[in-house]
């Protein structure tokens, strides 16, 4: 799932409560200069084999999207740019959102690791240091992080949007081909 719809996702926060179990921290420093603490969901999407670890603390958001090789186990996923995540697995994307002088800015992973573990009772743990690049113009900040607790939800959204082969940017209104 690419980046940018991670981060359209985290912005409608349509987890449900009971999925929210888990915490994540976050802080980050560069461009802009900051820190989170928030309930955290996990939600497993089969087809693309895809982890989606989200948090939200007002207008502020952080997901990362690790892509196994085959099933989530106890690993380092390295973070990548996101047209590459679901392509080169093991690997991790990593997006943020921020509210910055009136107006919402997204930025992307391009590189550093999530290391996950698992606990006992099935519950994820673990860290995050990635360095990721605005969308808007490219300015960089570096993104420290952990969490916990967190518990593995079956996808209630959808696997993500259509793929971009599927979507006529060009079409008409239905019944004006």
């Not at 359209?8 to 420093?29: D, F, H, K, Q």
């Not at 990362?64 to 996101?82: F, K």
């Not at 519950?123 to 240091?129: P, W, Y």
Request: aromatic share 4%; proline share 5%; glycine share 12%.
């Amino acid at each position: 799932m690419p980046l940018v719809a991670l981060s359209v996702a985290m912005a409608c926060n349509g987890t449900s409560r009971s999925a929210i179990g888990g915490r994540l921290e976050a802080s980050w420093i560069g461009a802009d200069t900051g820190r989170m603490a928030a309930s955290s969901s996990a939600e497993w999407c089969a087809d693309p084999r895809v982890l989606e670890i989200r948090a939200v603390q007002g207008d502020t958001g952080l997901a990362v999207a690790l892509y196994p090789l085959d099933t989530i186990e106890a690993d380092t996923y390295r973070v990548v740019h996101p047209e590459a995540a679901d392509t080169g697995a093991p690997s991790a994307g990593v997006a943020l959102r921020l509210f910055v002088s009136n107006a919402v800015e997204g930025y992307q992973g391009d590189s550093g690791n999530v290391v996950l573990q698992q606990s006992k009772s099935g519950a994820l743990f673990g860290t995050l240091e990635a360095r990721a690049r605005s969308v808007v113009n490219g300015q960089q900040v570096r993104v420290s992080g952990k969490f916990q607790d967190v518990v593995i939800a079956p996808q209630s959204r959808g696997c993500g949007p259509a793929s971009a082969d599927s979507i006529d940017t060009n079409a008409g209104p239905p019944g004006t081909e």
